[in-house]
């Protein structure tokens, strides 16, 4: 296991330490409590707001890279470029589609069960990980650790505080996975987020008329159907209607992109060249530890008719990206045993903060609520009325839901009652 530390910076405020996850899964830590710190820069500009004084002064906080990925142990699925364009979501035509993406989605499964870390499959788990976080904590000496989790890594720090309750002190879980973790439920939720996103980049789009997407959200939303159907049938600079989709979802993480979004689409209507983007760093890992922990921490279905139907149910009821979110996957295939999954629940120290953006597309508000329900007591929940992916701190700037998590960092206090943070002008 590759671990960092940023020491505290004032060692006689020190309280212990504050265990980090960026989220996931498949995506190294060990820089993250440099860009919580504000010492790295990451993209998009502008800079992002860095985790207070206070907080860096109780806490050494630690990073690590998750077993799996980056310095420790890292798998490899052998992931073709052609594979990889694919993305996340690739969104099938139809029912045919569907069978021909199941032959794809074999094949990788295939790959992953071939490869030169095929023997590490069964040990690439959400669980796994959490015993090595133990394990990190046994090495620091710590006889408790704190714990900031993003996205992914709200289901890993869940699991951990589950498993290990007597060893967790303040847990912050910021844009929740539900509590079956990442399963099929929350893959086929991701239609949802993105409709319940989407209207914030529809706003902006039609605020700025420079763009030429429609000057009301209803002629964007329009706009991003007619796209999405021109270049099905005739792809622009490499992007077909399925990669638009993904596309367009991947920016709506943060409201920084929104105006790289609208770029991008304005030069795919007008067929100009695309914005620059910096290409991601070791992506045959990322992809391959994704699989490894998604497939492994749970059982999908794996008759192709059962997605097919579901497909053709989610293109309906959510027509941007829900037919990508419910297609087949390679976890149908996957070639190794799934390990019994860990039931969260409500027993333990009641130690966890949650945070949840309202309109967050890749961890939608539903599941955060099925968590909260979940853990019972143990839970306080704050939500928060803006977009995007990320509630506390980076580029997210609402200050009362900051203030709370900031304060039961520092102090262990938690509000008495699950709080409801109102949109902020910023």
Same mark, same amino acid.
């Given at each position: 296991?590759?671990?960092?530390?940023?020491?505290?910076?004032?060692?006689?405020?020190?309280?212990?330490?504050?265990?980090?996850?960026?989220?996931?899964?498949?995506?190294?830590?060990?820089?993250?409590?440099?860009?919580?710190?504000?010492?790295?820069?990451?993209?998009?500009?502008?800079?992002?707001?860095?985790?207070?004084?206070?907080?860096?002064?109780?806490?050494?906080?630690?990073?690590?890279?998750?077993?799996?990925?980056?310095?420790?142990?890292?798998?490899?699925?052998?992931?073709?470029?052609?594979?990889?364009?694919?993305?996340?979501?690739?969104?099938?035509?139809?029912?045919?589609?569907?069978?021909?993406?199941?032959?794809?989605?074999?094949?990788?499964?295939?790959?992953?069960?071939?490869?030169?870390?095929?023997?590490?499959?069964?040990?690439?788990?959400?669980?796994?990980?959490?015993?090595?976080?133990?394990?990190?904590?046994?090495?620091?000496?710590?006889?408790?650790?704190?714990?900031?989790?993003?996205?992914?890594?709200?289901?890993?720090?869940?699991?951990?505080?589950?498993?290990?309750?007597?060893?967790?002190?303040?847990?912050?879980?910021?844009?929740?996975?539900?509590?079956?973790?990442?399963?099929?439920?929350?893959?086929?939720?991701?239609?949802?987020?993105?409709?319940?996103?989407?209207?914030?980049?529809?706003?902006?789009?039609?605020?700025?008329?420079?763009?030429?997407?429609?000057?009301?959200?209803?002629?964007?939303?329009?706009?991003?159907?007619?796209?999405?159907?021109?270049?099905?049938?005739?792809?622009?600079?490499?992007?077909?209607?399925?990669?638009?989709?993904?596309?367009?979802?991947?920016?709506?993480?943060?409201?920084?992109?929104?105006?790289?979004? %609208? &770029? !991008?689409?304005?030069?795919?209507?007008?067929?100009? @060249?695309? /914005?620059? #983007?910096? +290409?991601?760093?070791?992506? *045959?890992?990322?992809?391959?530890?994704?699989?490894?922990?998604?497939?492994?921490?749970?059982?999908?279905?794996?008759?192709?008719?059962?997605?097919?139907?579901?497909?053709?149910?989610?293109?309906?009821?959510?027509?941007?990206?829900?037919? %990508? &979110? !419910?297609?087949?996957?390679?976890?149908?295939?996957? @070639?190794? /045993?799934? #390990?019994? +999954?860990?039931?969260?629940? *409500?027993?333990?120290?009641?130690?966890?903060?949650?945070?949840?953006?309202?309109?967050?597309?890749?961890?939608?508000?539903?599941?955060?609520?099925?968590?909260?329900?979940?853990?019972?007591?143990?839970?306080?929940?704050?939500?928060?009325?803006?977009?995007?992916?990320?509630?506390?701190?980076?580029?997210?700037?609402?200050?009362?839901?900051?203030?709370?998590?900031?304060?039961?960092?520092?102090?262990?206090?938690?509000?008495?009652?699950?709080?409801?943070?109102?949109?902020?002008?910023?």
């Amino acid at each position: 296991m590759a671990v960092s530390r940023l020491p505290s910076k004032d060692p006689s405020q020190r309280r212990g330490v504050l265990v980090t996850n960026p989220g996931g899964p498949g995506a190294g830590g060990l820089i993250y409590p440099g860009l919580l710190a504000g010492n790295l820069s990451p993209q998009p500009q502008p800079q992002p707001q860095p985790l207070p004084r206070s907080v860096q002064d109780q806490y050494d906080v630690i990073g690590f890279d998750p077993r799996g990925v980056g310095h420790s142990s890292p798998v490899t699925c052998d992931v073709t470029p052609e594979q990889i364009a694919r993305r996340n979501l690739w969104y099938p035509a139809d029912a045919a589609g569907v069978r021909k993406d199941a032959e794809i989605a074999k094949a990788m499964a295939r790959q992953c069960a071939t490869s030169e870390t095929a023997a590490l499959l069964p040990h690439i788990t959400t669980a796994n990980t959490a015993r090595d976080m133990d394990r990190i904590r046994e090495a620091l000496g710590e006889p408790k650790i704190s714990y900031l989790g993003v996205s992914y890594g709200t289901y890993l720090g869940a699991v951990y505080t589950t498993m290990f309750p007597q060893h967790s002190d303040r847990f912050v879980l910021d844009s929740n996975l539900g509590p079956g973790g990442y399963d099929l439920t929350a893959m086929r939720r991701l239609g949802r987020g993105l409709e319940d996103r989407f209207p914030d980049f529809a706003k902006f789009a039609a605020a700025n008329p420079q763009y030429g997407l429609g000057t009301t959200p209803k002629q964007v939303r329009a706009k991003f159907f007619d796209l999405a159907a021109r270049l099905e049938k005739s792809p622009v600079q490499g992007v077909d209607g399925s990669l638009f989709r993904g596309i367009t979802f991947d920016h709506l993480y943060s409201d920084v992109s929104m105006p790289t979004l %609208a &770029a !991008a689409w304005k030069a795919l209507d007008t067929n100009q @060249p695309m /914005p620059p #983007e910096p +290409p991601p760093a070791n992506i *045959d890992n990322a992809v391959s530890g994704r699989l490894h922990v998604i497939c492994g921490d749970s059982k999908w279905p794996s008759s192709v008719r059962d997605y097919q139907r579901a497909v053709a149910v989610h293109r309906v009821k959510y027509p941007l990206v829900g037919a %990508a &979110a !419910a297609n087949i996957g390679p976890c149908a295939f996957w @070639p190794s /045993p799934v #390990e019994r +999954p860990v039931r969260i629940g *409500d027993r333990g120290p009641s130690n966890v903060l949650m945070v949840q953006n309202l309109r967050d597309p890749g961890t939608p508000l539903v599941g955060a609520r099925e968590l909260r329900n979940a853990f019972g007591g143990r839970a306080r929940m704050v939500t928060v009325d803006q977009g995007g992916h990320g509630a506390y701190l980076l580029f997210a700037k609402n200050m009362c839901a900051n203030n709370t998590v900031t304060t039961f960092l520092n102090t262990g206090q938690r509000p008495r009652h699950d709080v409801a943070c109102a949109a902020e002008a910023g």
